[in-house]
C-alpha cells in the first residue's frame, strides 16, 4: 500500500510510520493493548460524509485501561479515550496540544505531520508537511511539539482510529479562556487552518497554513 501511495502522491513525502524520519514526531509504541482497543472500536461507525470526533467515551473508560495507559504512558495524569473516524484526505488544518496523543489505526491510514518549531509567527508552509502511513493495528505517540489533525484515509471506506489525549483536550473553551490566544481554538488545541477550509475559518480559526491544501490521493 505504501509503495501505491507514494507513486499516486509523488509530490509527498511520505514514508512509513517506522521509519526513522517519524522520531521527530513521535514513536511507535510495541507494547500498548491494541486487541482491547479495537474491540471497544467495534461499537463505532464511520460516517457516510466527513469525519465524527467524540473526545471521550465514558464506557471505555470505566474499565482497566484508563488507569492502565494513565500510568504506563501519562506519568498518572488523567486522560480521556476517544475516537476519530472519518472520509478526511486533506490537510486542511494543524493543532497541537500540551501532552502527547496516542493514535491506535483501526484501519490503515496516512498522518499529514509538522514540527512546531517550523510555525513561525502563526504561520506554517505546506512544504514543512510530511505524510507517514500507519499500518492496521498501530498505535502511535505524537510528541506535543508534533503538528496534526485528523488521519487521511487510504482507501474509500474511510478510516477508524482510537484516540487518547490529556483530560479535557479538544472540549469547549470557558468564556475566561477564550480570547487570550489567537491560536487557541478549544481547550488544549492550537490551530491553524487552511484558508480553504470554511468551517474552521467560518469559526474564527487563525489562518496559517501556506500554500496549497495537501490532498492525498488513494487507489480507487
Same mark, same amino acid.
Given at each position: 500500500?505504501?509503495?501505491?501511495?507514494?507513486?499516486?502522491? @509523488?509530490?509527498?513525502?511520505?514514508?512509513? %510510520?517506522?521509519?526513522?524520519?517519524?522520531?521527530?514526531?513521535?514513536?511507535? /509504541?510495541?507494547?500498548? =493493548?491494541? +486487541?482491547?482497543? #479495537?474491540?471497544?472500536?467495534? #461499537?463505532?461507525?464511520? =460516517?457516510?460524509?466527513?469525519?465524527?470526533?467524540?473526545?471521550?467515551?465514558?464506557?471505555?473508560? #470505566?474499565?482497566?485501561?484508563?488507569?492502565?495507559?494513565?500510568?504506563?504512558?501519562?506519568?498518572?495524569?488523567?486522560?480521556?479515550?476517544?475516537?476519530?473516524?472519518?472520509?478526511?484526505?486533506?490537510?486542511?488544518?494543524?493543532?497541537?496540544?500540551?501532552? @502527547?496523543?496516542?493514535? %491506535?489505526?483501526?484501519?490503515?491510514? $496516512? +498522518? +499529514?505531520? &509538522?514540527?512546531?518549531?517550523?510555525?513561525?509567527?502563526?504561520?506554517?508552509? $505546506?512544504?514543512?508537511?510530511?505524510?507517514?502511513?500507519?499500518?492496521?493495528?498501530?498505535?502511535?505517540?505524537?510528541?506535543?511539539?508534533?503538528?496534526?489533525?485528523?488521519?487521511?484515509?487510504?482507501?474509500? #471506506? &474511510?478510516?477508524?482510529?482510537?484516540?487518547?489525549? =490529556?483530560? &479535557?483536550?479538544?472540549?469547549?473553551?470557558?468564556?475566561?479562556?477564550?480570547?487570550?490566544?489567537?491560536?487557541?481554538?478549544?481547550?488544549?488545541?492550537?490551530? /491553524?487552518?487552511?484558508?480553504?477550509?470554511?468551517?474552521?475559518? @467560518?469559526?474564527?480559526?487563525?489562518?496559517?497554513?501556506? &500554500?496549497?491544501? %495537501?490532498?492525498?490521493?488513494?487507489?480507487?
Amino acid at each position: 500500500m505504501l509503495n501505491v501511495l507514494k507513486t499516486l502522491n @509523488s509530490s509527498l513525502n511520505l514514508a512509513d %510510520v517506522r521509519d526513522h524520519s517519524f522520531l521527530q514526531y513521535g514513536r511507535v /509504541i510495541e507494547d500498548f =493493548p491494541v +486487541l482491547k482497543m #479495537e474491540q471497544l472500536m467495534e #461499537e463505532t461507525e464511520i =460516517p457516510r460524509t466527513g469525519n465524527v470526533y467524540v473526545p471521550s467515551v465514558p464506557s471505555w473508560e #470505566e474499565g482497566d485501561l484508563k488507569p492502565l495507559l494513565e500510568t504506563t504512558h501519562y506519568g498518572g495524569m488523567e486522560i480521556q479515550i476517544g475516537y476519530c473516524n472519518g472520509n478526511n484526505s486533506c490537510l486542511n488544518a494543524l493543532e497541537y496540544h500540551k501532552g @502527547s496523543e496516542i493514535n %491506535v489505526s483501526i484501519t490503515d491510514f $496516512v +498522518l +499529514l505531520v &509538522g514540527h512546531l518549531n517550523d510555525l513561525v509567527d502563526g504561520s506554517f508552509p $505546506v512544504e514543512d508537511v510530511t505524510g507517514f502511513f500507519v499500518p492496521r493495528g498501530t498505535a502511535v505517540e505524537l510528541y506535543q511539539t508534533t503538528l496534526h489533525l485528523a488521519p487521511c484515509k487510504v482507501t474509500a #471506506e &474511510g478510516f477508524k482510529c482510537a484516540v487518547v489525549l =490529556p483530560r &479535557g483536550t479538544n472540549t469547549p473553551l470557558s468564556e475566561e479562556e477564550q480570547g487570550k490566544d489567537p491560536l487557541l481554538f478549544m481547550r488544549n488545541k492550537w490551530l /491553524i487552518t487552511h484558508p480553504d477550509t470554511e468551517r474552521f475559518v @467560518s469559526s474564527g480559526a487563525h489562518v496559517g497554513i501556506k &500554500g496549497p491544501n %495537501v490532498s492525498l490521493i488513494y487507489p480507487e
